[in-house]
Every structure is written in structure tokens, then in C-alpha cells.
């Protein structure tokens, strides 16, 4: 009935998904179980010698749940399910209800410790490009079928919805999650039609489309190409730079060189928040703002409205996102 098995090192005893015929007790090495994530495997428990592995298929006969790979050379023993089945046909029924009840509960529990996982993970949801990818999908409708409103434009939330799921295959409800967070971030607003659905009305249509087009630019650049993004305190410093550059002229190398001893004196009248002159280095060191400029005893930063802008206000959209859709 038994079978002695041998694995080299990094050779799987069984992936997840084969069919299941046999259970295993491990007599020397160690075994790793695995679950296959992306390109790559994220290990969940250890098997040492004396314990067993594949036990569960026994009672249901359902495929592999995870991957069993030896870490070492390992030597197990195989016990195929048919000769084992026989022996619990001798078992008392109830013995055997208990034993098949256990597993059961077994796989539960496993299932909801997975939902559990994937529910507490929810910025996985929405990594840069998905952002991207809805954002569009939404400039998409709004552009083909929005009509034109005192404050924006307007579509229906069915439509919407029908476009999401129908034509791009999308979950609706990253894109329920998605509306919900550019009405509270102020660029939408829903108002119910009495029906079950919404009118969505865009109220920054320009805006939007153009972020679409700089995130994706950016995303797919080569990275050497590419700036460092703004955190959420460094998209504050730059916009408070902006609205004090906005009060000085711009030079004929089309800068506005801000005091930042100015700054410092007068953000929390202007902001409500104190900027540093030291606020700026790590906007400098990111290429955002070039060198601070020394003038007798008083420090500038340089600051290129027409670039920094709809970067402050684009990182500020990503960031604002990214806390809204955790």
C-alpha cells in the first residue's frame, strides 16, 4: 500500500489544481506549501519530518488548494487514497461522518480566511494603471454620450454602468468605488433620479481627460525618464509655492522666483499651514524646482508655473485617490 517517494530540491511533490489521489507523510527533509501569486509563489507553512500532506483531498476528492515543493532533498511516504478508502470503509459510519465533517469545516474556514485577505487588501484594488484604466473609462462616456450642463456635463449612472461591465469588462463596483471618491474629492457630483439610478455630472471634464493623458504618459516612460512622485505633504509645499509665485513676475527665462522667507512668514495667514524654506530641498532634489537662487542674505526658489502646475494638481489627484480607494 505504501510507497516511498524521493524529491530533489525545489521539485514539487504536487501544484495546485492537480487532481488528488494520495496523501504523504514526510519522512526526511522539509516540504514548503505555496500558493501561486502573479509570476512569483508566496509560502504559507513548513512541513517537517512526521507530519503528513494531502490528507483533505481523501474526504472530497477536489483538486490540489496549493502547491507542495521540497526545500531540501525530502523523502515521503505515499498513501494512495484507494487503499486508504478501504480502510475506512471498516471505520464506523459515524466515525467517518466526523472525519468528513472536520474537513469540511477545514476548507471553510480556509476560503474565509482568504476572502478576509483579499477583502483587507483593497489598495490592491487599484494600483496606478487600474486608476488609469477607470479614469478613462469614464473621460470615454462623458466625452461620447455627456450632455452639456450649466456646471459640466452629465451621463446616467446605468449607462455607465452598461459601458464598465458590457463593453470594457470591468468590475462595477471599482467603478462605484471610483465615482464615489471624485464626488468627494469635488469632481463629480451624483443626484438620484428617483428610478435606482444616477445623474452623474462632471464638473472638471477638461481636467480629468488631461490627467489621464500625463499619468499615462508617465506610467509607461522609462523609468530613468521619469520624476520621482510627489508625496501628499510635497504637493502641499508646491501648490503653496505656486500661489506665491503667482504674485511675483516672471523673469525672460519664464520663472518666478519665490522668497522663501516670504513663504515661511506668511503661508499660515495665506495656507493655514507653515512652509519651511528646508519644505523646498526635496522638491529641488526631485527636479520639480531648480536650485535655490542666493541673493544677499535672502533665498529663492525658482519656480516654472507653467510645468509645476499640473503637476501639483495631477499628484494631488493620484494621492488623494490613492487614500480615498485604500
Request: with cysteine; proline share 4%; net charge neutral.
Amino acid at each position: 500500500m505504501a510507497e516511498a517517494k524521493k524529491l530533489a530540491k525545489d521539485n514539487y511533490l504536487f501544484r495546485e489544481g492537480d487532481a488528488a489521489d494520495a496523501m504523504y507523510i514526510i519522512k526526511s527533509g522539509l516540504l514548503a506549501v505555496t500558493k501561486t501569486k502573479g509570476q512569483s509563489e508566496v509560502m504559507l507553512a513548513e512541513i517537517n519530518p512526521g507530519a503528513m500532506v494531502g490528507e483533505m483531498g481523501l474526504f472530497d476528492n477536489k483538486p490540489r488548494s496549493a502547491n507542495v515543493k521540497a526545500i531540501k532533498e525530502t523523502e515521503v511516504i505515499a498513501l494512495p487514497y484507494d487503499s486508504l478508502n478501504k480502510q475506512l470503509d471498516q471505520l464506523p459510519v459515524w466515525v467517518r461522518a466526523i472525519l468528513k465533517n472536520l474537513n469540511e469545516t477545514i476548507r471553510e474556514s480556509n476560503k474565509k480566511i482568504k476572502q478576509l485577505e483579499t477583502a483587507n487588501a483593497d489598495e490592491e484594488r487599484f494600483p496606478p494603471h487600474v486608476i488609469n484604466k477607470f479614469m478613462s473609462i469614464l473621460n470615454f462616456v462623458f466625452n461620447k454620450y455627456g450632455k452639456p450642463e450649466a456646471n459640466g456635463v452629465s451621463i446616467s449612472s446605468a449607462l455607465l454602468r452598461n459601458y464598465t461591465i458590457q463593453i470594457f469588462q470591468e468590475a462595477t463596483n471599482k467603478m462605484t468605488a471610483m465615482v464615489n471618491a471624485l464626488t468627494e474629492l469635488g469632481y463629480l457630483t451624483q443626484e438620484d433620479r428617483g428610478d435606482g439610478t444616477q445623474k452623474i455630472t462632471n464638473l472638471k471634464p477638461a481636467e480629468l481627460f488631461s490627467f489621464v493623458d500625463w499619468y499615462n504618459d508617465w506610467l509607461f516612460k522609462q523609468e530613468k525618464d521619469r520624476k520621482e512622485p510627489l508625496t501628499e505633504q510635497e504637493c502641499k509645499v508646491l501648490s503653496a509655492l505656486i500661489l506665491f509665485a503667482k504674485k511675483v513676475p516672471t523673469d525672460n527665462k519664464g520663472l518666478n522666483k519665490v522668497d522663501l522667507s516670504l513663504v515661511q512668514n506668511e503661508s499660515v495667514k495665506e495656507i493655514g499651514a507653515l512652509i519651511k524654506p528646508d519644505d523646498a530641498n526635496s522638491l529641488v532634489e526631485k527636479k520639480y524646482l531648480g536650485d535655490k537662487i542666493m541673493d544677499g542674505s535672502t533665498v529663492f526658489a525658482p519656480v516654472e508655473l507653467s510645468f509645476v502646475e499640473p503637476q501639483a494638481q495631477n499628484w494631488t489627484l493620484v494621492n488623494n485617490l490613492k487614500r480615498k480607494l485604500r
